[in-house]
C-alpha cells in the first residue's frame, strides 16, 4: 500500500492530464455529432468539463497525501511520547531518593532541636538492625564502646523515651525498647506527680504497675520518667494514660499507656551518655 501511494504521487499528473484527454477526448467526439456550428462553444465545454475531471481526479491523491503527512504527524509524536516516557522511569528513582532525603532533613532536624539533660552528652546515631521478636522489643544502633556507648545509656528521639542500651559491642549497640517485656521504667504523673513504674508487655502499650488506687490520675494525663533509679534523666516523656480500671486485688489501679513513641518508624535517634564517663572513656588511651 505504501508503494502505491508513493507511486501515485510520483505520477500523479501523467495520470490526471491522461483521464482528461480521455474525457475531453469522448465528450469531443459526442459533441462532434451533434453540434456541427459553434467550435468555440464547443472547446469551452470541453475545456470546462477537462477542469472539472482533472480536479475531480487529483483530489484522492491530495487526500491521500494529506492522511500520509498526518501518519507521519502521528509517528513522529509516538517515538516522542515513548522518548519522554523512558525519561520519566529514569528520573523517577531520583525523585524517590530526593523525597527521602528531605524526610531524613526534617528528621535530623528534629534531633538538633533536642535539649538534652546538660549531665549527658547526646549521640547521635542511626537505627541499622530490629531485633524484635514475640518475646523480646530490640534494635541495633551503628555505635558501640569506641564512641563512648555504655551498658544502660538512655536512647531518645524528639518525642521521647525509646529504651536503655544492654550491650555494647565496638561498633554497635543493643537497645531493648520500652514495649519490651523486660523492660521497668521509674515514671510519674506530670500533672498530678504521682509516682509508678511503666512496664513493658510486648505489645503496643505500656503497663502502669505500683499506682495507688486512690492515685490522682485520668485518661490523658502525660506520663514522664521520675528520675530515681540512677538510669533515665528526669522528665522524658513515656506517653500518654489511655485506660482505667479497678486492680484486681483492690490495692491498685491499673492504667494503660501509649508510648509517645512510634516504635515501627525510628531511624534515627540520640545517645544520653553521662559526661563523666564520656570524659574518662576519653582520658583512657586506648589498648
Do not use: C, W
Not at 170 to 177: G, K, W, Y
Amino acid at each position: 500500500m505504501s508503494d502505491f501511494l508513493v507511486l501515485l504521487r510520483e505520477y500523479r499528473n501523467a495520470i490526471s492530464v491522461f483521464f482528461t484527454l480521455m474525457v475531453a477526448f469522448f465528450l469531443l467526439l459526442m459533441a462532434g455529432g451533434t453540434i456541427s456550428g459553434d467550435r468555440h462553444g464547443i472547446r469551452e465545454a470541453i475545456l470546462q468539463v477537462a477542469g472539472t475531471a482533472q480536479s475531480f481526479l487529483a483530489r484522492p491523491v491530495v487526500t491521500l497525501e494529506r492522511f500520509q503527512d498526518r501518519l507521519s504527524e502521528l509517528s513522529r509524536l509516538d517515538r516522542e511520547n515513548r522518548q519522554y516516557k523512558a525519561e520519566v522511569e529514569r528520573l523517577r528513582p531520583l525523585g524517590v531518593r530526593l523525597e527521602e532525603l528531605e524526610q531524613e532533613n526534617h528528621r535530623l532536624k528534629s534531633l538538633l532541636q533536642m535539649r538534652p539533660d546538660p549531665a549527658f552528652r547526646a549521640l547521635a546515631v542511626r537505627v541499622v538492625g530490629d531485633s524484635s521478636s514475640a518475646f523480646a522489643r530490640s534494635f541495633i544502633l551503628n555505635a558501640g564502646r569506641q564512641d563512648g556507648v555504655i551498658v544502660n545509656a538512655p536512647v531518645t528521639v524528639p518525642e521521647g523515651l525509646i529504651g536503655r542500651v544492654v550491650r555494647a559491642s565496638t561498633n554497635a549497640s543493643l537497645v531493648i525498647s520500652l514495649l519490651d517485656l523486660n523492660s521497668r521504667v521509674p515514671v510519674l504523673i506530670q500533672r498530678s506527680r504521682v509516682k509508678a513504674v511503666s512496664a513493658g508487655q510486648n505489645t503496643t502499650r505500656l503497663n502502669l504497675e505500683y499506682l495507688p488506687k486512690d492515685a490522682d490520675v485520668v485518661v490523658g494525663d502525660l506520663v514522664v520518667t521520675s528520675g530515681t533509679g540512677g538510669i533515665f534523666p528526669k522528665g522524658l516523656a513515656v506517653g500518654k494514660v489511655v485506660t482505667l480500671e479497678p486492680g484486681k486485688d483492690g490495692l491498685f489501679r491499673e492504667a494503660k499507656v501509649q508510648p509517645m513513641v512510634d516504635f515501627d518508624r525510628i531511624e534515627e535517634a540520640y545517645l544520653m551518655l553521662p559526661l563523666a564517663t564520656s570524659r574518662s572513656a576519653e582520658a583512657t588511651p586506648a589498648p
